[in-house]
Nanobody, 115 residues
Framework: QVQLVESGGGLVQPGGSLRLSCAAS????????MAWYRQAPGKQRELVAA???????NYSDSVKGRFTISRDNVKKTVYLQMNSLKSEDTAVYYC?????????WGQGTQITVSS
């Protein structure tokens, strides 16, 4: 079973950038679809970006053109590069690994966008 640990969260000003990392252990990531979700206070968890084992990506409309998801299967790490951050990007961001309908989650990392 894969275990996921996110890092890279913090406080950033509007317009700034951050890069999140999700390090996996316990299993190869090669066959997993990896994704980032986020949950803002009082809202449901939502998909931010996903990348398949083959490298295909998709993004929510709210982050398209600003965020980039990538993966390094050798390092067993998934990244989320976030640029042009907005206050509405403030949330807890979760890494997710999915294979055959089974999901694994990280513990989450807080992103706060504020001046």
């Amino acid at each position: 079973q894969v275990q996921l640990v996110e890092s890279g969260g913090g406080l950033v000003q509007p317009g700034g950038s951050l890069r999140l990392s999700c390090a996996a252990s316990g299993s190869s990531l090669s066959f997993y679809t990896m994704a980032w979700y986020r949950q803002a206070p009082g809202k449901q968890r939502e998909l931010v970006a996903a990348i398949t084992s083959g490298g295909s990506t998709n993004y929510s409309d709210s982050v398209k053109g600003r965020f980039t998801i990538s993966r390094d299967n050798v390092k067993k790490t998934v990244y989320l590069q976030m640029n042009s951050l907005k206050s509405e990007d403030t949330a807890v961001y979760y890494c997710n690994a999915e294979i055959l309908g089974v999901h694994r989650w990280g513990q989450g990392t807080q992103i706060t966008v504020s001046s």
